[in-house]
Structure formats: structure tokens, C-alpha cells
């Protein structure tokens, strides 16, 4: 049952340039989701969301893009730097539930 | 700033044991969670609960698990008799209010190893 796909296992970028981490989903009842960053040995930190009724949200270097037509979300990193080197994670929720879908996550390195 | 913690961050137990994994929510947070990881695999949702009762449990969560919230401040997750699939890291997390725009803060977990 793989509501939120992440087709990337990893990822390298070189340090300076965009990361661009995809999402898929299935559930058109989602109207809701998030990237989390998960360092090891630590828990998922949230780090960005969107709700299904904007097509673009930017904190700082980090943008999402979600296109429900296609059901596709996008994490765009830039510029990219060593530290944001970890595991993300897509996730998604409907509003009827209060639990969190995750994705199987995107390793990825940024080389400097 | 405030955060979610766990303990302990480590537990071996034997198969058919009880375990309790403790989390100490953030003070004025009133959804709690527990989620589960077992290795290589994506991170799953366990149960929600929400004013001293579950409010949704995934199939996951069968009857060997149950969740307590035994004072102001502690969420514990029991697992009553361990099996070795039971194998995961168990996450906590908790967020403020209902809204989906209230974002969960998860706890660094802790890892549990059934041997």
C-alpha cells in the first residue's frame, strides 16, 4: 500500500547547486503535505508543507511545488549546502484523519 | 526551544517480554502519536490519541500494543508481548491543536531490538 512513493532512493548535488527531490501519491483524498528531514539516529524535523489549495510554498532555500493534477509534489533545495545531507521524507494527510503518510524517503548527499 | 523526548533511547528485550517506551510530549501539546520504523523501511503510523483516549490506530496496532497516558506529562507505548518483528525504532510525536497546518514534532526514538 504505497500511498506516497518516492521513486529516488539518493541523491548527490554538488554543494552550491539545486536539489530537487520528487513525491508522488495516489490518495486524492491528501490535501495536506510535508517534506521532514531525518538525520541518523535522530527523529523526523519538519521542514516545509503545503496545502492542496497553493501550488507553491518557499521558506528561505527551500521550495515546494505541488501539482495535484498530476499528484506530484517537489522539494527544491538551493542553493544546496553539505548540511542538508540527510534522509527527507514526502508525507501527506487528508483532513478527516490526523495521521501522517510517509514516503520510503530520499537519501541525499551534497558533496562539497 | 521545546522538545519531544524519548526513553530510553535503547532496549533489548527477549521474545514475549513487556516493554514500555516512554515519551514526554511538548508541555502544551494536545495530539499525540507514535509511529514505528522498522529497519530499511518507511516510517508508520501506529495510533493517534487525543484527550485521554485513542482517537484513530492503524492495523498495526493490535493487542498487544496499548497506549497510556498515565499523568500531565508522560505518553507511554506498551507492547505486551514482544515478537521479534516487533524489531523497530518507535518514534514519538505530538502537535498543538487539530488543524492539519499544526505541524507534529517528533521525539528521536528509540530503537527496540526483540532478541
Known amino acids: 500500500d504505497q500511498q506516497v512513493k518516492q521513486n529516488s532512493p539518493s541523491l548527490s548535488v554538488q554543494e552550491g547547486r539545486i536539489s530537487i527531490l520528487n513525491c508522488d501519491y495516489t490518495?486524492?483524498?491528501?490535501?495536506?503535505f510535508l517534506w521532514y528531514k531525518k538525520y541518523p539516529a535522530e527523529g523526523p524535523t519538519f521542514l516545509i508543507s503545503?496545502?492542496?489549495?497553493?501550488d507553491k510554498n518557499e521558506d528561505g532555500r527551500f521550495t515546494v511545488f505541488l501539482n495535484k493534477s498530476a499528484k506530484h509534489l517537489s522539494l527544491h533545495i538551493v542553493p544546496s549546502q553539505p548540511g542538508d545531507s540527510a534522509v527527507y521524507f514526502c508525507?501527506?494527510?487528508?483532513?478527516?484523519?490526523?495521521?501522517?503518510?510517509f514516503g520510503p524517503g530520499t537519501s541525499l548527499s551534497v558533496i562539497p | 526551544e521545546p522538545e519531544v523526548t524519548q526513553t530510553p533511547s535503547h532496549q533489548v528485550t527477549q521474545m514475549g517480554q513487556e516493554v514500555i517506551l516512554r515519551c514526554v510530549p511538548i508541555?502544551?501539546?494536545?495530539?499525540f502519536y507514535w509511529y514505528r520504523q522498522i529497519l530499511g523501511q518507511k516510517v508508520e503510523f501506529l495510533v493517534s490519541f487525543y484527550n485521554n483516549e485513542i482517537s484513530e490506530k492503524s492495523e498495526i496496532f493490535d493487542d498487544q500494543f496499548s497506549v497510556e497516558r498515565p499523568d500531565g506529562s508522560n505518553f507511554t507505548l506498551k507492547i505486551r508481548s514482544t515478537k521479534l518483528e516487533d524489531s523497530a525504532m518507535y518514534f514519538c510525536a505530538s502537535k498543538r491543536g487539530r488543524g492539519l497546518q499544526e505541524t507534529q514534532y517528533f521525539g528521536p526514538g528509540t530503537r527496540l531490538l526483540v532478541l
Open positions: 508525507a501527506a494527510s487528508e483532513t478527516s484523519y490526523d495521521k501522517v503518510i
Open positions: 490518495n486524492s483524498m491528501f490535501d495536506y
Open positions: 508541555s502544551n501539546h494536545l495530539y
Open positions: 503545503i496545502s492542496s489549495i497553493k
